[in-house]
């Protein structure tokens, strides 16, 4: 077992921090690919489809695009802040967890 010090707890904080900030980034770029995947189809659906023109007006075509925006930021940011954690729990551990192997 360790024992907390306060240069543990500063290095944990920085290590969150970093984690957070490219979770972030990597949500937003995820964010604007998804805007762009979805405006194109639902912006073009307006346009050639009869249905479409008369069912979906401005504010409804703007919610589909933002709600895919949405979601594909907090997906992404989720799942990279789970493969961080997962990847620090695994230096963390102590040295006979680390032994995979089935020799």
Request: charged share 15%; aromatic share 4%; glycine share 2%.
């Amino acid at each position: 077992m360790s024992t907390v010090t306060r240069a543990n707890l500063d290095q944990r904080l920085a290590a969150a921090n970093r984690c957070s900030r490219e979770a972030a980034m990597a949500g937003a770029k995820a964010a604007a690919v998804a805007t762009v995947a979805a405006a194109v189809p639902t912006l073009a659906s307006v346009r050639m489809l009869p249905w479409a023109r008369a069912h979906l007006n401005p504010t409804g075509q703007a919610l589909i695009i933002s709600t895919v925006a949405g979601m594909a930021y907090f997906i992404v940011a989720d799942k990279t802040i789970l493969s961080m954690a997962r990847r620090h729990s695994f230096d963390d551990a102590p040295e006979h967890l680390k032994n995979t192997s089935f020799h």
